[in-house]
């Protein structure tokens, strides 16, 4: 692939949280339609990149730029999000919520459709509701409904808004593990569909080699016994899972097993 | 089985919200009718059908002096400025509580002096209120939005602060702007704790309400009651607490059904899931 098509580089990114380093020297370039999947134990940092890819936090030194340009200071539009919690609107139905980007888009003012506008801005929801598997619970408040179906719901209304990436924060770890397989298999088709880039942090190894075609490794290398908070977290493994064949999963994961600190405690 | 673990049916369980009621009733029944005894003309505890007796005068017969039916022009009067003053109280609290929960500067601006405000006795400002506005309405309403405005504002403010950080991201990230999320997410979110604030602000809306009517005032329930004391007219200062409370009663309910009916997303939390 050329290099014009990498979407995301982050260059010499650090993260400090009262002088203590979380973060340090993170260097890489991620290209489009990948689906990188982030993985390290507690505390070692991921959820603190996903949150600066989102501008939710902004990396003490360094940067990162998408498509080419230095990441606005504040979440915008072009990358789309889905939580572990509070990831939909509870006082919004299903539909609700999956009008919501049309409206803020089209309703500057009101922030609400009405007539026949709204009815041109459903019949365009239909078939992502379809998809979900939500038809039947168009009407529905999210307390109605199931843990996965509420985060099919968040995925599909960051989805609506056609984000150039998706972040993901640990999106079905409230899940049982029969809900995840299908949830898996919805994401996937998902990205297939719309040739999407991903990143999307993980607790679950074995969920990071399903989905992933990169998978990052967050972790501490250097450690300093009588300072333990010295040194702060980087990338200790950049895995290129799509050229790997499904067999070699089992290898990486021998090769996983032996860094230095156990990266998985589960 | 322990007594934790029984739960009465609803027919007892009706019966058993109504005793103390009826044993209140009763006992002062009994009271009254052992003083009677003593003094048929006892001011202290006016037998029940006498207290009727008078409410039906206040409600239903035209006074003599003005022609007005009391009952009624009292409770307009005093439901107009409490209304009125509750009113000014939530606008207040919708504008300047939730900027103040979701504008980081206006919050860092208004929110220690707003702590501070809010821990002045109201009561106090009753002269500084008579001596600017006179002793007619505006004082009256000023005194209810004075006692009730700062802690509705700052329970407004908590709501707003609230809300999930997530959630006002995810709306970020779906293209919304400061005012669009004022309109679909923080406003809609924080009514129905604006609704409990109301129900909770109306207690002291009362209690100023009738200290303002008591002190200054020719019209009103705070007014009437402290205006037949001097008589020593049980018969009606009895009843007109009953009517009081029976008012404050009924606007709770009300309060509560309306957030029920428009904010159902509200009240569906816990219950299924």
């Known amino acids: 692939m050329s290099q014009n098509d990498t979407i995301i580089s982050v260059k010499n990114v650090a993260k400090f949280y009262d002088q203590v380093p979380v973060l340090e020297r993170v260097n890489i370039s991620v290209e489009r339609g990948t689906f990188c999947t982030i993985v390290g134990a507690s505390g070692c940092g991921k959820s603190t990149f996903l949150r600066m890819l989102l501008s939710q936090e902004l990396p003490t030194r360094g940067e990162i730029l998408l498509d080419g340009e230095k990441l606005p200071d504040e979440p915008t539009a072009d990358r789309g999000i889905v939580f572990q919690k509070y990831s939909v609107f509870p ?126 490794v967050f972790d501490k290398i250097r450690h300093d016994p009588h300072a333990p908070n010295a040194f702060g977290a980087t990338i200790t493994y950049d895995l290129n899972i799509a050229s790997c064949s499904q067999s070699n999963a089992q290898d990486a994961e021998m090769y996983f097993a032996k860094s230095p600190n156990s990266t998985e405690e589960t | 089985m322990r007594i934790i673990n029984q739960k009465p049916s609803r027919s007892l369980a009706l019966f058993l919200g109504l005793l103390p009621f009826v044993a209140l009733v009763v006992t002062y029944a009994i009271a009254s009718h052992y003083r009677r005894l003593d003094n048929p003309a006892d001011k202290l505890l006016p037998s029940i059908e006498q207290m009727m007796g008078t409410f039906y005068r206040y409600a239903f017969v035209p006074d003599r002096r003005s022609g007005d039916l009391l009952l009624l022009t009292d409770t307009i009067d005093s439901l107009l400025r409490l209304g009125a003053g509750i009113a000014i109280a939530t606008l207040l609290a919708l ?68 809300i999930p950080r997530e959630m006002i991201i995810k709306a970020e990230t779906l293209g919304a702007s400061v005012w669009q999320m004022l309109l679909r997410l923080v406003v809609p979110q924080t009514m129905p704790k ?80």
């Not at chain 1, 985060?151 to 593990?177: N, S, T, V, W």
């Not at chain 2, 220690?112 to 500084?128: D, E, K, N, R």
């Not at chain 2, 505006?138 to 006692?147: D, N, P, R, T, Y």
């Open chain 2, 95 to 162: 504008i300047v509580g939730i900027a103040i929960g979701f504008i980081p500067v206006v919050r860092s601006a208004l929110a220690p002096f707003l702590a501070s405000f809010s821990l002045i006795p109201p009561i106090t400002v009753l002269p500084i209120l008579f001596i600017i506005f006179g002793l007619g309405e505006v004082s009256k309403i000023a005194l209810i939005v004075f006692g009730t405005a700062p802690i509705m504002m700052r329970s407004t403010a908590q709501a707003v602060m609230d």
């Open chain 1, 91 to 216: 006082h919004l139905t299903v539909k609700g919520n999956l009008l919501l980007s049309q409206e803020f888009e089209q309703a500057p003012m009101s922030g609400k459709l009405y007539g026949n506008a709204k009815t041109i801005a459903l019949e365009k929801i239909d078939e992502t509701l379809e998809k979900i598997g939500l038809s039947a619970a168009r009407d529905k408040f999210p307390s109605q409904l199931s843990g996965g179906m509420q985060q099919r719901l968040a995925i599909a209304q960051a989805l609506l808004k056609e984000p150039k990436i998706l972040l993901l924060d640990e999106p079905f770890g409230a899940l049982d593990p029969g809900i995840r397989l299908d949830m898996h298999e919805l994401l996937l088709s998902l990205w297939e569909d719309l040739n999407m880039t991903i990143f999307m942090v993980t607790h679950d190894l074995n969920e990071a080699f399903k989905l992933g075609t990169r998978m990052l």
């Open chain 2, 194 to 273: 604006l609704i409990s604030a109301i129900r909770l602000a109306l207690v002291p809306g009362w209690i100023f309400l009738i200290s303002a009517e008591a002190i200054a005032s020719t019209s009103g329930l705070g007014y009437r009651i402290f205006l037949v004391r001097r008589y020593l007219a049980m018969d009606v200062i009895l009843p007109y607490v009953v009517w009081i409370t029976l008012l404050a009663f009924l606007i709770d309910r009300l309060l509560l059904a309306l957030s029920i009916k428009i904010f159902p997303w509200r009240h569906l939390e816990g219950e299924s899931l």
